[in-house]
C-alpha cells in the first residue's frame, strides 16, 4: 500500500527522533541561520563606485592579455557562478598522469593557448594547439566571501598582500582580494609567460571599457557614462586614476560581495515563511541536518570553510591543501564549498568527476571511492527514498531563481562566443559536412539558421557566400593553411569585429 506524503513524513521524522535521540554530542538542533550581510575587512569598505568598478573589471575581456578571456569567461551565474562550458570536450584536463582519456582526467576550465614573453604560440607539450585547461573544476565565485580563504586548497588567504609592493593590504578578512587577482597573470587562465602588473596597468590605462562585450547592464552603463575610461574609473572608486594591482583586487572583491544569494527556498523558509519549502522538501533539510550539516555543511554558508580529503580521487592524483600548508596530513584535502545553488554547478568535486547530485549523494552514503582517512567518511545506508528527498531538498529548495535569470545583482554582460572558424554545424571539427551546411543555408529556401555565423565565415571577411565554402574545402583538401584566427585547429574568439554572431 503506498503511503501518503503526510504518513513518510511522520515515519520520517520518527526515524529522526530516534536517531537524534543517540547521536550524543553531534545533536544539531538549529543548525542553519539566516545568510547575512557578506562581512568586508575594514580596509576596503564596499562603496557603490568600487562595486561597479569591480563589475566592469570581472567582465572586462581585455584584461587579459588577448581579449578573449575575462573572470566571467569562466563563471557565470546561471552555472551557480562556475563555468557553463564544462560539457564541452575541450573542457578535459589529462590529469597527474598527462594522458588524455583515462581515470585521473579533470573537468576544468578553458583558458588561453600557452604563449611566451613575447606573447607569441607554442607548443606546451599538452594541450596546443588548442587552449590551456586548468586542473580543477572552477568554483563558484557567488558567496565566497562569507570564508577565511578561496580555491579548492585554500591559496587565497584571509591576509592580502599587495602582489606589488610586499605590504600588508588587508591583515584579516581579504581572501575575495587575495583571489581576484590570481588568474590575471595566470599563464594558464588569463595571460602570457611573464606578463606583469606593469602590462596590465598599461592596458586597462589605453582601452576603450567594455568594448567587446555587448548586453551591458544599466549599472554599468551609467558608470561609464559618466567616467568613460577605466582611470576615471579609478578615481571615481579610489580618489585617484592609479590603477594597482591592489585596486583590482579591491574592486572586483567589492563587486563580488554585493552577490548575496540569499533568496532560496530555504533562506525564505528561515525568515519564517513555512510553504516556501514543500512537504518533501522540508523532509529533505531534515534529512540533510541530520546527516550533512553536522559534519561539514553548517552555518549560514552551508560550510564549515575547513578541508578534508573524502576519497574522491586518491591523494596523491592532486595533494590539494598540503601544496599551501606543506604539511603530508593535508595531503588531498580540498576546502568544502557552500551549497547554495548547488544544483546549477555539475559536475561536481574539485575534479567534476560527479555528474548529478544523486552521485553526490550516493558517494557519500557508500563511504566514498578511495581510502581516506577522514573519519566522518562512513557509509550512512541512508535509504533510496530519503536521498531523494535530501535531493530534492538540495535542487529545489537552495536555489536563488536570481541566478538562473541573471537579474539584478546577478545581471551580466555578453561576451564572446568562442567558436572553430569553419565549424558550420558546430560539431567541434572542421570536414565536408560543413561545407554542405553552409552551402544548405546560401542556396536552400527554409533551410534553418546557422547557429554561428561567424565560424560559418571561413574566410574571415565578415560576410557569408561561396567563397567560405570554397575555403573550407580548400582548407581540406588542397593542403591550405588554417583558417583564419581562432583557426579551424584552435577554439577561441573572433579577433575581427564585424556583423556576424554567434550563438553564447
Avoid at 576550465?109 to 586548468?134: H, K, N
Avoid at 552603463?221 to 590603477?243: C, H, M, N, Q, S
Avoid at 513555512?274 to 552555518?299: I, K, N, Y
Avoid at 564572446?416 to 529556401?445: C, Y
Wanted: net charge negative.
Amino acid at each position: 500500500m503506498k503511503l501518503s506524503i503526510l504518513n513518510l513524513r511522520a515515519l520520517v521524522l520518527g526515524a529522526l527522533c530516534f536517531a537524534l535521540a543517540g547521536f550524543g554530542d553531534k545533536a544539531i538542533a538549529q543548525t542553519f541561520s539566516v545568510l547575512g550581510p557578506m562581512p568586508e575587512p575594514a580596509e576596503n569598505p564596499l562603496t557603490p563606485e568600487k562595486a561597479v568598478l569591480g563589475k566592469l573589471l570581472f567582465w572586462e575581456e581585455q584584461l587579459s592579455s588577448n581579449d578573449g578571456v575575462a573572470c566571467g569567461t569562466c563563471h557565470k551565474p546561471f552555472a551557480g557562478g562556475s563555468d557553463a562550458r564544462v560539457g564541452l570536450p575541450l573542457s578535459a584536463h589529462p590529469g597527474v598522469d598527462g594522458m588524455f582519456g583515462t581515470e585521473d582526467d579533470v573537468i576544468g576550465s578553458i583558458g588561453v593557448i600557452a604563449r611566451d614573453e613575447t606573447c607569441a604560440e607554442f607548443d606546451d607539450g599538452i594541450f596546443f594547439p588548442e587552449r590551456q585547461v586548468t586542473n580543477r573544476r572552477t568554483p563558484s565565485f557567488i558567496g565566497i566571501g562569507y570564508g577565511d580563504s578561496s580555491f579548492w586548497d585554500g591559496r587565497a588567504t584571509d591576509e592580502f598582500i599587495d602582489p606589488e609592493t610586499g605590504d600588508i593590504a588587508i591583515a584579516t578578512g581579504g581572501s575575495l582580494e587575495s583571489q581576484a587577482i590570481g588568474p590575471i597573470l595566470s599563464t594558464v587562465e588569463m595571460a602570457c609567460n611573464d606578463r606583469t602588473w606593469d602590462d596590465v596597468r598599461t592596458k586597462l590605462e589605453s582601452v576603450t571599457p567594455m568594448a567587446l562585450a555587448t548586453d551591458i547592464p544599466l549599472d554599468m552603463l551609467d558608470a561609464l557614462a559618466v567616467d568613460p575610461t577605466y582611470p576615471d574609473l579609478f578615481e571615481a572608486a579610489f580618489g585617484t586614476p592609479d590603477i594597482t594591482a591592489a585596486r583590482i583586487g579591491f574592486a572586483i572583491a567589492s563587486y563580488e560581495r554585493t552577490l548575496v544569494p540569499d533568496r532560496t527556498p530555504f533562506d525564505l523558509f528561515l525568515l519564517g515563511d513555512p510553504s516556501a519549502l514543500t512537504a518533501d522538501q522540508e523532509l529533505g533539510m531534515d534529512l540533510f541536518e541530520l546527516h550533512c550539516a553536522g559534519v561539514c555543511h553548517s552555518g549560514a554558508e552551508l560550510s564549515d570553510n575547513d578541508f578534508h580529503h573524502i576519497g574522491v580521487r586518491p591523494a596523491d592524483e592532486d595533494i590539494g591543501r598540503e601544496e599551501v600548508t606543506g604539511n603530508p596530513a593535508d595531503r588531498g584535502k580540498m576546502k568544502t564549498p557552500p551549497l547554495r545553488n548547488v544544483a546549477l554547478r555539475a559536475p561536481f568535486f574539485h575534479n567534476g568527476g560527479k555528474e548529478t547530485i544523486q552521485d553526490v549523494l550516493i558517494f557519500y552514503n557508500t563511504g566514498g571511492d578511495f581510502p581516506t582517512t577522514d573519519p566522518d567518511m562512513i557509509e550512512l545506508g541512508i535509504s533510496n527514498s530519503e536521498l531523494l528527498l535530501i535531493e530534492d531538498f538540495l535542487i529545489n529548495g537552495l536555489t536563488d531563481n536570481r541566478l538562473i535569470n541573471e537579474f539584478a545583482p546577478f545581471d551580466r554582460p555578453t561576451l564572446q562566443t568562442f567558436f572553430r572558424r569553419g565549424d558550420s554545424n558546430q560539431d567541434f571539427g572542421l570536414d565536408i559536412a560543413d561545407a554542405t551546411h553552409l552551402l544548405t543555408f546560401l542556396f536552400v529556401v527554409g533551410s534553418d539558421p546557422l547557429p554561428c555565423e561567424d565560424a560559418s565565415d571561413a574566410n574571415d571577411d565578415g560576410g557569408l557566400d561561396l567563397a567560405d565554402a570554397i575555403s573550407m574545402l580548400s582548407r581540406l583538401f588542397s593542403g591550405d593553411p588554417p583558417l583564419p584566427s581562432p583557426s579551424d585547429i584552435s577554439f577561441g574568439h573572433d579577433p575581427t569585429l564585424d556583423a556576424l554572431g554567434c550563438n553564447p
